[in-house]
């Protein structure tokens, strides 16, 4: 486990899911000082087949090109360097040397040598980058790492009327801290400039929506701003629990999750705002003018009947926006013209306060075309501003949900939170599924649009940053689709927020607040199944990419340890083209050796037939004299003793076995013959 800040990370052999089967999914994590390990012996096992895979290709060369018929010395040194090196690049180099020492005196060097340098060269360049590229074969099915966690769970708010304040404020600094990082998130990694840095946390680094700009508004006609289908609607389609929230469960155990919002500019006629005057001169805001909203009344312990409030004394008190939300989730309860039985109903009410804009704004969320002329005294400059329309703009919006079962393609319908949560059984989802949609269920109210706003105020206005002393500057017509935008993409970072905020567990219990702990078997397997991008310390390999690269090159090496010893074995053993048996071994740099001393008359040899030779036990043959000719150096001839008994029993020996003496030398002791060739063995 490599370790982070409430969290760690797998290492060890774990199955990715994504893969199109186990078998390729087979995943490898490593620490990073462990990977590079892995990854530098792995080049250099590769090398070391390589080195295994010529000597197979040099074996299979000199046993095509051995024959009975005479060849010239180029193509016997040809032969040797087969035998003899080990390497590619060895037999490269050796092979260019030949045609400049040979020249002229054999017959077309290059066009002999040619092919079998460029056979070694392609050899060593393959293996080269194979080695070099070997990270590339190895490489994990995806770029994703295990999380794991000591507190995977949840948090719980409890129900206990007597700490009632106590929970609902932790419920709310929860859900304002969720939006504040998912506002965050989505500014660093949603727009086309992503920095990099911040946005590797996710598997997918932003869930896509489709927008639509001609959607039917969803409100009674006399309340939409742009009439029938001037809503915009954002729908997410379907959200894959794996590919794009990184739960890590077999395809049979996946679900989808959709989130359609549609949201629409909304006008405020006169049977659904009134104006009222505090009357009262015990309240501070006594003779103070309010605009009530009258879109449904608040069931909460005051039982207000109007929906929202603006005093118009605000204008004077120097201060920009103010922005503020009901949903249909809490204590508010719409008009029949807002009231939707399919969806989550959020208002949203935006009041300018003292601000004034640079140019006239058409756009209905932040109209404003009263022009206003200001003097400055000391330039004698008048300048045009432009005030809002309207005390206060109202916008509203309907967020939907869907869970699929992606076995039977089953869905519910696009329903609100509550609705959606109740219709996943009907889906025949298995535990594992319902355990996904679990995770969703209680946090899916904070996914809607009033929680996108909720406690943060003008903070949650794109056009507020572009706010100065009061003066609002490069405001365009359509801003209220970006503010929507922005809200939205709120509600979709936090959906891959959730899964992953189980697996680590809270990042903190506010005071109200308790973790539960994952328990039930389905549980505890969704902890151990989160994938997240690699923090960094990790390096992930293929399992299946380790094995191939392992047991290819095994093979390479136990079939070149052993493929020349059971081929001569059998051409040994059934005498089946033997030429070429002993031609292998005497073109060994041993057998050359022993036949360059033994020809000098030195050394009583053994095992000329054998890989390598040896002389009687206390012999010892001498070292080319150096009063030699240095430009042709020769071993020093003496007389050879031999025991004549010994000799003459060996022959006897041969000739009881029908055999004749040169044909035991041949298999016992091979040596060059002497004898003169004739023109017609030269021909054969």
Same mark, same amino acid.
């Given at each position: !486990?490599?370790?982070?800040?409430?969290?760690?990370?797998?290492?060890?052999?774990?199955?990715?899911?994504?893969?199109?089967?186990?078998?390729?999914?087979?995943?490898?994590?490593?620490?990073?000082?462990?990977?590079?390990?892995? &990854?530098?012996?792995?080049?250099?096992?590769?090398?070391?087949?390589?080195?295994?895979?010529?000597?197979?290709?040099?074996?299979?060369?000199?046993?095509?090109?051995?024959?009975?018929?005479?060849?010239?010395?180029?193509?016997?040194?040809?032969?040797?360097?087969?035998?003899?090196?080990?390497?590619?690049?060895?037999?490269?180099?050796?092979?260019?040397?030949?045609?400049?020492?040979?020249?002229?005196?054999?017959?077309?060097?290059? !066009?002999?040598?040619?092919?079998?340098?460029?056979?070694?060269?392609?050899?060593?360049?393959?293996?080269?980058?194979?080695?070099?590229?070997?990270?590339?074969?190895?490489?994990?099915?995806?770029?994703?790492?295990?999380?794991?966690?000591?507190?995977?769970?949840?948090?719980?708010?409890?129900?206990?009327?007597?700490?009632?304040?106590?929970?609902?404020?932790?419920?709310?600094?929860?859900?304002?801290?969720?939006?504040?990082?998912?506002?965050?998130?989505?500014?660093?990694?949603?727009?086309?400039?992503?920095?990099?840095?911040?946005?590797?946390?996710?598997?997918?680094?932003?869930?896509?929506?489709? &927008?639509?700009?001609?959607?039917?508004?969803?409100?009674?006609?006399?309340?939409?701003?742009?009439?029938?289908?001037?809503?915009?609607?954002?729908?997410?389609?379907?959200?894959?629990?794996?590919?794009?929230?990184?739960?890590?469960?077999?395809?049979?155990?996946?679900?989808?999750?959709?989130?359609?919002?549609?949201?629409?500019?909304?006008?405020?006629?006169?049977?659904?705002?009134?104006?009222?005057?505090?009357?009262?001169?015990?309240? !501070?805001?006594?003779?103070?003018?309010?605009?009530?909203?009258?879109?449904?009344?608040?069931?909460?312990?005051?039982?207000?009947?109007?929906?929202?409030?603006?005093?118009?004394?605000?204008?004077?008190?120097?201060?920009?926006?103010?922005?503020?939300?009901?949903?249909?989730?809490?204590?508010?309860?719409?008009?029949?013209?807002?009231?939707?039985?399919?969806?989550?109903? @959020?208002?949203?009410?935006?009041?300018?306060? @003292?601000?004034?804009?640079?140019?006239?704004?058409?756009?209905?969320?932040?109209?404003?075309?009263?022009?206003?002329?200001?003097?400055?005294?000391?330039?004698?400059?008048?300048?045009?501003?432009?005030?809002?329309?309207?005390?206060?703009?109202?916008?509203?919006?309907?967020?939907?949900?869907?869970?699929?079962?992606?076995?039977?393609?089953?869905?519910?319908?696009? !329903?609100?939170?509550?609705?959606?949560?109740?219709?996943?059984?009907?889906?025949?989802? @298995?535990?594992?599924?319902?355990?996904?949609?679990?995770?969703?269920?209680?946090?899916?109210?904070?996914?809607?649009?009033?929680?996108?706003?909720?406690?943060?105020?003008?903070?949650?206005?794109?056009?507020?940053?572009?706010?100065?002393?009061?003066?609002?500057?490069?405001?365009?017509?359509?801003?209220?689709?970006?503010?929507?935008?922005?809200?939205?993409?709120?509600?979709?970072?936090?959906?891959?927020?959730?899964?992953?905020?189980?697996?680590?567990?809270?990042?903190?219990?506010?005071?109200?607040?308790?973790?539960?702990?994952? @328990?039930?078997?389905?549980?505890?397997?969704?902890?151990?199944?989160?994938?997240?991008?690699?923090?960094?310390?990790?390096?992930?390999?293929?399992?299946?990419?380790?094995?191939?690269?392992?047991?290819?090159? &095994?093979?390479?090496?136990?079939?070149?340890?052993?493929?020349?010893?059971?081929?001569?074995?059998?051409?040994?053993?059934?005498?089946?083209?033997?030429?070429?048996?002993?031609?292998?071994?005497?073109?060994?740099?041993?057998?050359?050796?022993?036949?360059?001393?033994?020809?000098?008359?030195?050394?009583?040899?053994?095992?000329?037939?054998?890989?390598?030779?040896?002389?009687?036990?206390?012999?010892?043959?001498?070292?080319?004299?150096?009063?030699?000719?240095?430009?042709?150096?020769?071993?020093?001839?003496?007389?050879?003793?031999?025991?004549?008994?010994?000799?003459?029993?060996?022959?006897?020996?041969?000739?009881?076995?029908?055999?004749?003496?040169?044909?035991?030398?041949?298999?016992?002791?091979?040596?060059?013959?002497?004898?003169?060739?004739?023109?017609?063995? &030269?021909?054969?």
């Amino acid at each position: !486990m490599l370790e982070y800040a409430g969290f760690s990370i797998y290492t060890g052999v774990w199955i990715n899911h994504g893969a199109p089967n186990r078998l390729l999914g087979s995943t490898l994590t490593l620490s990073t000082r462990n990977g590079g390990l892995l &990854t530098a012996f792995l080049a250099i096992f590769i090398s070391l087949a390589g080195l295994a895979f010529w000597r197979i290709v040099s074996f299979a060369l000199h046993q095509i090109r051995a024959g009975k018929a005479f060849q010239d010395g180029f193509h016997h040194q040809q032969q040797l360097i087969f035998r003899n090196t080990s390497s590619a690049s060895g037999a490269f180099w050796q092979m260019l040397q030949l045609p400049y020492y040979w020249g002229k005196d054999a017959r077309s060097v290059w !066009m002999r040598t040619l092919p079998f340098a460029l056979l070694a060269l392609t050899n060593v360049v393959v293996f080269a980058i194979a080695a070099i590229f070997s990270s590339e074969v190895i490489k994990a099915a995806g770029k994703g790492v295990l999380l794991r966690s000591p507190g995977c769970g949840s948090l719980e708010f409890g129900n206990d009327d007597n700490a009632f304040n106590e929970f609902r404020a932790a419920f709310f600094t929860v859900s304002l801290n969720d939006t504040t990082e998912a506002s965050a998130y989505t500014r660093n990694c949603y727009g086309s400039n992503a920095n990099g840095l911040r946005c590797n946390r996710y598997v997918q680094r932003k869930i896509s929506w489709e &927008t639509n700009l001609n959607a039917s508004c969803p409100f009674a006609d006399d309340l939409c701003f742009f009439g029938k289908n001037g809503a915009m609607k954002m729908d997410t389609g379907p959200i894959d629990s794996y590919h794009a929230l990184g739960i890590n469960f077999p395809k049979a155990e996946r679900i989808t999750y959709r989130k359609v919002t549609t949201c629409s500019p909304l006008r405020t006629p006169a049977k659904y705002r009134t104006v009222w005057n505090e009357t009262d001169p015990q309240y !501070m805001a006594y003779g103070d003018t309010y605009d009530r909203f009258l879109f449904g009344p608040i069931l909460d312990s005051e039982n207000l009947t109007h929906t929202y409030q603006y005093n118009r004394h605000s204008i004077a008190v120097k201060f920009a926006y103010t922005l503020w939300s009901v949903f249909t989730g809490g204590p508010w309860r719409p008009v029949p013209a807002l009231l939707q039985t399919n969806s989550d109903v @959020s208002l949203f009410f935006l009041a300018a306060n @003292s601000l004034t804009y640079g140019a006239p704004v058409s756009d209905p969320f932040f109209s404003a075309n009263i022009p206003r002329s200001f003097s400055n005294p000391e330039t004698n400059v008048n300048t045009t501003l432009y005030e809002p329309d309207d005390w206060v703009n109202v916008l509203g919006c309907i967020d939907q949900y869907q869970y699929c079962n992606v076995n039977n393609n089953k869905c519910t319908a696009l !329903m609100g939170s509550e609705s959606a949560v109740e219709s996943i059984l009907a889906l025949n989802v @298995s535990n594992k599924q319902l355990e996904i949609a679990a995770r969703f269920a209680p946090r899916q109210l904070m996914l809607g649009m009033h929680y996108s706003v909720n406690g943060r105020g003008s903070a949650a206005l794109r056009a507020s940053e572009s706010v100065y002393e009061l003066s609002q500057i490069g405001l365009s017509n359509d801003q209220w689709m970006n503010e929507v935008l922005s809200w939205f993409a709120i509600s979709v970072a936090k959906i891959q927020e959730i899964p992953i905020r189980w697996a680590t567990g809270p990042l903190y219990v506010p005071p109200g607040a308790k973790l539960k702990r994952a @328990s039930l078997p389905e549980e505890i397997q969704l902890c151990k199944s989160q994938i997240i991008l690699s923090p960094g310390g990790t390096t992930s390999f293929s399992v299946l990419g380790i094995g191939i690269i392992l047991i290819v090159g &095994t093979l390479l090496m136990l079939l070149s340890l052993f493929l020349d010893s059971l081929i001569i074995y059998f051409r040994s053993k059934f005498h089946k083209n033997d030429y070429k048996r002993v031609q292998w071994a005497l073109d060994g740099i041993f057998q050359l050796h022993r036949l360059a001393y033994e020809a000098a008359g030195q050394g009583t040899w053994t095992g000329g037939a054998n890989s390598i030779p040896i002389t009687k036990q206390g012999d010892l043959i001498r070292v080319p004299e150096f009063h030699t000719d240095s430009r042709h150096p020769t071993l020093h001839m003496r007389e050879r003793r031999e025991d004549p008994a010994q000799h003459s029993d060996q022959i006897t020996t041969a000739l009881s076995s029908d055999q004749s003496p040169g044909d035991y030398m041949d298999r016992k002791m091979p040596f060059f013959s002497s004898a003169p060739v004739s023109a017609s063995e &030269t021909e054969t």
